[in-house]
């Protein structure tokens, strides 16, 4: 049973109707995930800046969790044999501690507050020499594991972090993505064990984790079908200033609201 001080989170009672809402993720999730087949970057982060407008603040990681999971699942196992296993393994014993650690402080903080964390972290992301920073960390894979999994419960986009790892040890690409999504498997796993744990009703959720699930798939699809017609550092630098312009009206919101 909840408490009357249990973070259980019940559906948003929106401004938009239901259905309104689900169309709308759809298309947002097709287009983010176009940009990543595209780009190779990028689409999930522009996807979780843009759904604090479309869900509540509490819902938002583990509903964009679920659907990460589904997405970095399939392009592990569509590939394993590309699997670098032992930073994997190493961050998967990271990824226990950050877990534990990061739902202590979780289960004692205002989750409204995530959108701005997210939005600063996100920030913080794709402007900083993230590479330089990462390769300042004792024991990189273990340590990621810790850090990366605690700091995805509070601001979920912690993707490009593992990616700058590996990609800095020279792994080839085709090692970095399959690598990268079996850490961030590992990592959404974890994520949706805690938010469950603390009551978060995803069965509630169904109809936006499962569209989130379908049109990230079709957006990928759609998206690698395109992708040698885009100029691809224009589209990353477009989705850097749209990243940007989403997660300054998150701060604002949260300030002004």
Request: net charge positive; with cysteine.
């Amino acid at each position: 049973m909840h408490n009357s001080h249990s973070p259980r989170l019940k559906p948003p009672r929106a401004a938009m109707d239901l259905s309104t809402t689900i169309i709308i993720i759809s298309l947002v999730s097709i287009c983010t995930s176009a940009i990543t087949a595209v780009t190779g970057m990028g689409g999930g982060i522009l996807l979780l800046a843009i759904l604090p407008s479309l869900l509540p603040a509490k819902a938002v990681i583990p509903i964009h969790g679920a659907a990460q999971l589904s997405s970095n699942l399939s392009r592990f196992v569509l590939d394993i044999k590309e699997t670098c296993v032992k930073p994997v393994l190493l961050f998967t014993a990271g990824s226990l501690f950050g877990a534990y650690f990061g739902t202590f402080f979780l289960a004692k903080v205002n989750l409204e507050i995530i959108p701005l964390l997210m939005s600063l972290f996100i920030i913080g992301i794709i402007w900083l020499p993230i590479n330089k920073l990462l390769n300042l960390i004792p024991g990189k894979y273990f340590s990621l594991g810790v850090v990366q999994t605690a700091l995805s419960l509070y601001v979920g986009a912690t993707g490009p972090l593992s990616t700058s790892v590996l990609i800095s040890d020279k792994y080839s690409s085709s090692q970095v993505i399959v690598s990268n999504a079996a850490i961030n498997t590992v990592l959404n796993i974890m994520k949706l064990i805690v938010f469950f744990s603390l009551g978060f009703a995803f069965a509630d959720y169904y109809l936006h984790i499962s569209a989130l699930i379908v049109c990230t798939t079709l957006g990928s699809y759609l998206g690698s079908k395109v992708r040698k017609r885009f100029n691809e550092q224009l589209v990353r630098t477009l989705l850097k200033t749209v990243i940007t312009l989403f997660c300054i009206k998150n701060i604002a919101v949260y300030f002004y609201n």
